[in-house]
């Protein structure tokens, strides 16, 4: 069985400038969360998608991140503008829709900001 | 918030020795997860307990979910140096499917 799988692996950009990353679940998993992993902390998360409507978005920075996940399957997290303090890896996770809190991750998406 | 505290933060141990990390929480979870990361990877589940008082193993992995439900640890035995990584403890609650996850304990092996 496929895993979860991210793109890009890694990105740079400059400040103010904007960037998306995008996902795919595991197949038939309904949720679908974007974390945010800043280095040496563990994984926070943005936003948790169940289909394709949004269940919790409290901790995503609305006024510069946003995401989508029109057909309730891929997905994709946009920052825009930029700033030096989004450096981080962003992880995206997906379970079935039974195991809610049983996730599992993707391999990331390593962001620097310059 | 919930907030979890993993301890301890790092370990650099001898190949062979048992290795023992724990969380707390300061409030009640319904699931405890244990995850490795890698360096450049997403985290790995390695056990996941859903039960208080659940002790679960994965080969040299053996893992428990506390009688109070705010606490959970993780042992590794006869570890190997491939056993390196960042390893995290999560805990699921009642609020929606939300994890929050602990600080982590970076585990090194000396060969």
């Known amino acids: 069985e496929a895993g979860v799988a991210q793109s890009p692996r890694y990105k740079i950009i400059e400040k103010r400038q904007s960037v998306a990353f995008w996902c795919n679940p595991i197949?038939?998993?309904?949720?679908l969360y974007w974390y945010q992993q800043i280095l040496g902390q563990g994984p926070k998360l943005l936003i948790q998608?169940?289909?394709?409507?949004?269940?919790?978005d409290s901790q995503l920075p609305k006024d510069r991140f946003s995401a989508e996940r029109l057909k309730g399957v891929d997905s994709t997290l946009k920052i825009q503008p930029a700033k030096l303090e989004d450096s981080a890896v962003y992880l995206c996770a997906s379970s079935p829709w039974t195991r809610g809190d049983t996730q599992y991750f993707g391999p990331g998406t390593r962001l620097t900001v310059l | 918030g919930q907030q979890l505290n993993q301890s301890p933060q790092s370990m650099f141990i001898q190949e062979g020795e048992d290795v023992s990390m724990n969380c707390t929480s300061s409030?009640?979870?319904?699931?405890w997860l244990w995850y490795k990361q890698d360096p450049g990877e997403g985290p790995v589940l390695l056990i996941a307990?859903?039960?208080?008082?659940e002790l679960t193993s994965n080969g040299r992995l053996t893992a428990q979910f506390g009688i109070t439900r705010k606490d959970s640890f993780l042992n590794i035995s006869a570890s190997i140096p491939s056993d390196v990584g960042i390893y995290f403890c999560?805990?699921?609650?009642?609020?929606?499917?939300?994890?929050?996850f602990g600080g982590g304990t970076r585990l090194m092996v000396k060969p």
């Open positions: 197949s038939g998993h309904a949720t």
């Open positions: 998608f169940q289909n394709n409507g949004v269940v919790d």
């Open positions: 999560a805990g699921h609650g009642n609020a929606g499917n939300m994890l929050t």
């Open positions: 409030s009640i979870f319904n699931t």
């Open positions: 307990l859903y039960k208080a008082g």
